[in-house]
């Protein structure tokens, strides 16, 4: 009984009349379809920062942030490794040696590149440890030739931890026999499984004193020094900064060579899905037009009697603009909760119909993830939601402004 005059008749205008019920339906309609585009926009945004979110904690954090690396093997890296360390950026250094080749088992051959490392060091720099499932970096004791591969490439050759496989380099050995192809028979000692079908099916570890062995280098010798950095993005420049203060014989490269045109066409795609999924919310907004221009129509008879009866043009305008704004408000109140409710459980809703149809959506061969991945930010949902009601709000002006218009002896005329 507190309310302002167009509060309460622009609330009752919403509710369903038995003469006006087409009109209370097209404002239900209304209602729906801003839910389903503030719905759908945010489960899509959350995926695509899912996909953000996945791309930097498993890929980027498998892969170095840099390297610096030199065109002959590097004698004395501790001493390089200390030099880079003092840089405020660099957060952990680790030595790496790199040999491409193909790995065999049974007649079974897949495309492998080992990355020898050390142990003890290499937890600092990748997160490769977090995703064992058996096994693990600490069983790559040196002298024993172990490896560590993924559970992609295990299933490729049909091995298990403790099985023999045999490592093939692009290069020959010349005896007096002939020429033959260099080999090295390795024991798995551990499967990880990363979720990134490269990595799970094209890399492994070894230890970095045995691989150095099989390129006939001093034990103490690596190929290059892998880094890690406080913020990955400055990647770029401090790592061309570090080794041109190390000397002319040394070199940089960068996650951004690599990864970084996956990881900007994922920023891409979302600014622009965005922008097309913000236009179905405008699209949706703007059907409160419509609504509220036959609310107009059919309350043509009732802005006669109020004006007659003392009403304002202003008060007139706000009974319609609180109408449309109680429609805006609810839909997107409605979606927002649905759109929440759904970006937590998409991820586990896509692996259950995967099981049930017994196919993948996103295939490991195909993408560098295999599963949907949904991360839900309180920062898109508030865009999200401030956005549609302004949209809302924006669609109530024209058929409030045309209500207002309305002249109490032409409305009575056409009544």
Not at 174 to 196: D, N, W, Y
Not at 222 to 247: N, S, T, Y
Not at 310 to 318: F, K, S, V
Not at 378 to 392: E, R
Request: glycine letters at 8%; one cysteine or more.
């Amino acid at each position: 009984m507190f309310r302002p005059l167009s509060v309460y008749i622009g609330a009752r205008y919403t509710r369903a009349k038995r003469r006006s019920l087409f009109v209370s339906f097209i404002s239900f309609t209304s209602m729906i379809g801003l839910a389903l585009g503030v719905l759908v926009m945010i489960v899509v945004l959350s995926v695509m920062n899912g996909f953000d979110h996945e791309m930097r904690s498993r890929v980027l954090g498998m892969v170095p942030h840099a390297t610096i690396e030199s065109a002959t093997p590097i004698d004395d890296w501790q001493t390089v490794a200390e030099r880079l360390a003092q840089h405020p950026q660099v957060a952990a250094v680790a030595p790496f040696i790199q040999m491409q080749g193909l790995l065999t088992h049974r007649g079974q051959v897949t495309k492998i590149l080992i990355n020898a490392v050390d142990p003890v060091i290499e937890p600092e720099v990748s997160i490769v440890g977090q995703f064992f499932r058996e096994g693990g970096l600490a069983e790559l004791a040196p002298g024993e030739f172990g490896i560590v591969i993924g559970d992609k490439a295990a299933s490729t050759l049909g091995v298990a931890v403790g099985d023999k496989v045999t490592f093939v380099a692009p290069e020959v050995t010349v005896t007096p026999a002939g020429v033959f192809p260099r080999m090295k028979r390795f024991t798995v000692r551990g499967i990880f499984h990363v979720g990134a079908g490269e990595i799970d099916g094209y890399v492994a570890m070894a230890n970095i004193s045995d691989l150095a062995r099989l390129h006939r280098w001093q034990a103490d010798q690596v190929q290059g020094l892998r880094l890690r950095f406080v913020d990955l993005f400055q990647a770029p420049r401090i790592a061309w900064e570090l080794a041109g203060k190390l000397g002319d014989e040394f070199y940089s490269r960068d996650w951004t060579r690599t990864h970084g045109n996956l990881y900007q066409a994922i920023r891409m795609e979302k600014a622009m899905i965005g922008l097309l999924l913000l236009l179905i919310v405008a699209v949706a907004a703007f059907n409160i037009i419509s609504t509220l221009v036959m609310v107009v129509t059919d309350k043509r008879g009732d802005i006669a009697i109020l004006r007659t009866l003392g009403a304002t043009p202003r008060q007139i305008m706000a009974i319609f603009m609180v109408q449309g704004t109680v429609i805006g408000v609810v839909g997107t109140l409605v979606g927002a909760l649905l759109g929440i409710f759904a970006a937590l459980n998409v991820s586990s809703w896509i692996a259950a119909l995967e099981r049930l149809i017994g196919h993948k959506f996103l295939s490991a061969d195909v993408y560098f993830i295999d599963y949907l991945p949904s991360r839900l930010m309180t920062a898109d949902v508030i865009q999200v939601c401030a956005a549609a009601l302004i949209l809302s709000f924006f669609a109530t002006l024209y058929p409030a402004w045309r209500a207002a218009r309305t002249q109490p002896a032409e409305a009575l005329r056409y009544e």
